[in-house]
């Protein structure tokens, strides 16, 4: 009997030391979770959104599924220029935002979004793989942001509600929304139209009660922001390739451990392949599908194109000297 007792005296023991054992395991396993917010602006099937997913798989993939990032799509976390200063403090963790708002945050970006500065999307992209795209990310981090990796945007072009747009003369006087940045400003300045700036989510509204003549963006935010609508004049001016950029929270990257920082930049850097795939795709869609709803695409004589080139060459000599010098060694990738 008393040998009977000892050992379940013995079995009690040892059950309780398991379940401690066992709880500080599972909570050490939960303290190793760590669920992160990355900001959207687009819906959830647009091109950026679907590389901001694959970060997000490649993250959980790498992190054996112990980092967990949520994509928040359509502007649910705020517009961009909120969620740039929610970045800076840490209360968003991630973003993919267009460079234009972010340069209004770290002016060295302006360099990398100048008018008719690339050659043609080869080009922007040897520039944004190489050297000079890795310096550019890397001097985000004085602004409290870390720079990820870049996306695809395509050329941006202009179009308006009212009537098309042929020539420069047409630009005069044509009330352009713009984003929020005061390189957008000076572009559409130099055109002689006249910039006004809001979120991106205010614009289709703006161009259909008039408060605008029109907008400028690419192919697919044309499309998918139903802008298309509105403003069925589109002019192929390609003024400027503005890539987009994923970028951390200097905040959150700092909390975490150097390894758990490497998965992060892999994931981001090898999401970008599978996002310029995506953009191929969508952008050939959204071009048809404007085009058979009645857009009216107009191309630029090579005579006027030149004078939209040449408007805005000013806005080259403005540059401070290290945004003149890096245009250059732009200039000079080959
Ligand atoms: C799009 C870009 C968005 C936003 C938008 C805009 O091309 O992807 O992030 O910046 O343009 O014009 O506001």
Known sequence: ????????????????????????????QKAKTITLKLAENH???????????????????????????????????????????????GGID??????????????????????YLYRDAEHEWKV????????????????????????????????TTKKEVRTLADMKGLKIRVQESPLMMDLVKSLGAIPTPMPYGDV???????????????YPSYDSAAHFEVAKYYVIDEHNRVPEIVVASKKTMDKLSKEDQAIIREAAKES??????????????????????????TTLSAEEKQKFMDAMKPMYDKLPEDQKALVQRIRAVK
């Not at 799509?73 to 705020?78: E, F, P």
């Not at 970008?272 to 009645?294: H, L, M, N, P, R």
């Open 272 to 297: 970008t392949e599978y996002q310029i795939e995506q953009w191929k795709s969508y952008e050939q869609k959204s071009e048809d599908k404007v085009k058979k709803a009645g857009s009216v695409i």
């Open 204 to 218: 289709y509204s703006a161009m259909k009660t008039g408060i605008v003549d029109g907008a400028e963006n690419n």
């Open 1 to 28: 009997m008393e040998k009977k007792m000892k050992i379940l005296g013995i079995v009690i023991i040892v059950a309780i030391i398991g379940a401690i054992v066992i709880k500080n395991v599972t909570t050490e």
């Open 128 to 159: 944004l793989k190489g050297e000079i795209g890795d310096e550019i990310l890397s001097s985000l981090d004085s602004k409290g942001f870390v720079g990820l990796t870049y996306y695809e945007s395509g050329a941006r072009n202009f179009y």
């Open 94 to 115: 991630f973003a993919r935002v267009s460079m234009s708002p972010m340069s209004a945050f770290a002016p060295q970006l302006n360099a990398l979004q100048m008018p």
């Open 43 to 89: 819906p959830a099937d647009y091109p950026t959104s679907m590389g901001d997913k694959e970060f997000a798989r490649l993250v959980a993939e790498k992190s054996g599924g112990r980092i967990t990032i949520e994509v928040f799509t359509g502007a649910q976390l705020g517009d961009e220029r909120s969620v740039i200063e929610q970045l800076k403090i």
